[in-house]
């Protein structure tokens, strides 16, 4: 079922695993190392420009992730919170700790998210404690807010999330990797349904408990591991997928692609977004991630937003300056199925 990585792309594979660095990190136990770290250096073979948009406009999508909700007017200082209960929709810079990247609202059992289409949702992470090797899933991302705030802004403009063609309310929407399920449920009310997928039990319980919190009955939970589906439920069912903070492993590049092509529709489109993390090489990693995608065939690059989004963050946005600019800053990628 899922054959569609070529030989190609398992030179492709080779070639790019030779030329990043793979440190001893916590990997997700299923995907084990490969972690794109920083001095990793992968050639940057996609020159696909944000001029190339043709739903999405480059202007669109940037001014969308940096229009803040209210709730941003009141931003604590970059400094994290001494009480992580104050976290909101804070975008908190990374501080590395012992193997790890970690920011203080993880530890908030329940994150309440107000976006500036008005809706307010309550979102339940799993606790740090047991630590987050394995389950990187059970806390909130950065990534995960901005792609939020993103989508949301799109739908809320009216503007075509897949193609002028279809309309979001008739669309199908598949998140990968979904953690606690932030996108799925707040891109929920604009769309048909969303099937919202992880590869990782205890994430999907968390995002089951998120979507019945928040009254989200078009919201499907289900497990989902990047190119080991056992069934054709997921295929070709989708007019889009979203994701953020998926590709920090190499090992995922081509399972991720593999999974895309199955679940995606022809003409399908994936929105992802990603944020540099703390030690971490956000150009290395994207540029791994595009090249075996383009390399497997089945998809095409339709645009990579990035410096000008970290320009107009940095003007707009000066309590979260301080993780914009770090480690690469904001990259949005517009992927679309042929
Ligand atoms: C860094 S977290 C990001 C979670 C969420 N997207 C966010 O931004 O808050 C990565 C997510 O990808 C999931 N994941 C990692 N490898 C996976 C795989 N091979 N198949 C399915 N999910 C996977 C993890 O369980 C986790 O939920």
Redesign the pocket.
């Known amino acids: 079922m899922l054959s569609v990585i070529s030989s190609r792309t398992v030179l492709l594979t080779a070639v790019v695993a030779l030329a990043v660095l793979l440190p001893a990190a916590p990997a ?1 136990a ?2 084990g190392a490969g972690f794109v770290k920083r001095g990793a250096f992968v050639k940057f073979l996609v020159t696909a420009t944000a001029a190339t948009a043709a739903t999405l406009p480059a202007a669109t999508i940037a001014a969308a992730i940096l229009t803040l909700p209210p709730a941003a007017t009141t931003l604590p200082a970059a400094t994290p919170p001494a009480n992580a209960n104050s976290c909101g929709n804070t975008i908190l810079p990374e501080s590395t700790v012992p193997g790890a990247y970690y920011v203080k609202c993880f530890d908030q059992k329940i994150r309440q998210i107000t976006l500036q289409d008005g809706q307010t949702l309550d979102i339940t992470q799993g606790s740090t404690n047991a630590g987050m090797g394995g ?3 059970i ?3 950065n ?2 807010i901005l ?1 939020t705030r993103l989508l949301t802004s799109l739908c809320a403009e009216g503007r075509a999330l897949v193609s002028s063609s279809a309309k979001n309310e008739d669309v199908n929407v598949i998140e ?5 399920g ?1 996108p799925s449920l707040a891109v929920a009310k604009y769309v048909k349904g969303v099937a919202a ?4 039990e205890e ?1 999907l319980q968390l995002t089951r408990q998120n979507a019945r919190d928040n009254g989200k009955g078009n919201v499907a939970v289900g497990g ?4 080991e589906m056992l069934d054709d439920s997921y295929d070709n069912k989708f007019d889009l997928a979203i ?4 590709t ?2 190499s090992a ?1 590049w081509p ?1 991720l692609t593999e999974t895309l092509v199955s679940v995606l529709r022809p003409n399908g489109r994936f929105i992802y977004l990603i944020t540099g993390h703390a030690g971490f090489n956000l150009e290395s990693e994207l540029n791994g991630f595009l090249t075996f995608l383009e390399g497997a065939g089945g998809l095409r690059v339709n645009a990579v937003l990035g410096r000008e989004l970290t320009e107009r963050m940095r003007a707009l946005v000066g309590a979260e300056e301080g993780m914009v600019l770090r480690d690469g800053g904001v990259k949005v990628v517009v992927i679309d199925r042929k």
């Open positions: 997700d299923w995907s389950r990187t899933g806390a909130l991302w990534s995960s792609l990968l990797g979904c953690g606690v932030l997928t992880d590869g990782n994430v989902l591991r990047w190119g994701g953020s903070d998926l920090y492993n995922a399972l």
